[in-house]
């Protein structure tokens, strides 16, 4: 997996990292990724999927004003970062063809609905399926001189396909410890 530390610290932008990177990287990043997330439930029940945790530090300043200070589950965690790497691949792919991203292309499946670790598995692997089926449809010469016009923080710097594309996988790393810590508070009553 790709180390983000430097992007976090301030010292290095999301385009420096994807500077080195080409399009077959992004398969195996996508891959690391999942594979990452599939191993840190590798030990949940379906009970695990709904736990609410205890997180003093909740502040979702995206949500709804309801839910702001509301403490993530499982499902909620996993459907919300596949939906943000999903939507990144989407993007990767339009500036891939040469075109400028207008707008959002997000969905997020509705977190109440994930209740077992079956849907939390399937919805990993269907977004690991997805993202390489986006990387499948870039043009055999994508154009990574087309950079995205907007920049979301700035440690993202002017990104182009590829940095698109690993802003995702810098999201989902942004949810690695989360998942670790509910599935720690979860399981630890059966160790």
Partial sequence: MLDFSAVTSGSQTLADIAAGLTKTDLYQLTDETINVMQEIITDTVDADVTFVPLDPQANDT???????????????VVVHATASSEEAAALALVLARGLQVEGRSRYETPWESVTSIAQVRQRLEESRRM??????????EPHLDTIMTYSFFPQAGELNAIGRFILGLYHDASHLDQMREIVHQASAPRV
């Fill in 131 to 140: 993202r390489k089926a986006m990387l499948d449809a870039w043009p055999d």
């Fill in 62 to 76: 995206f949500g709804n004003s309801e839910e702001a200070a509301l403490a993530w589950t499982l499902g909620h």
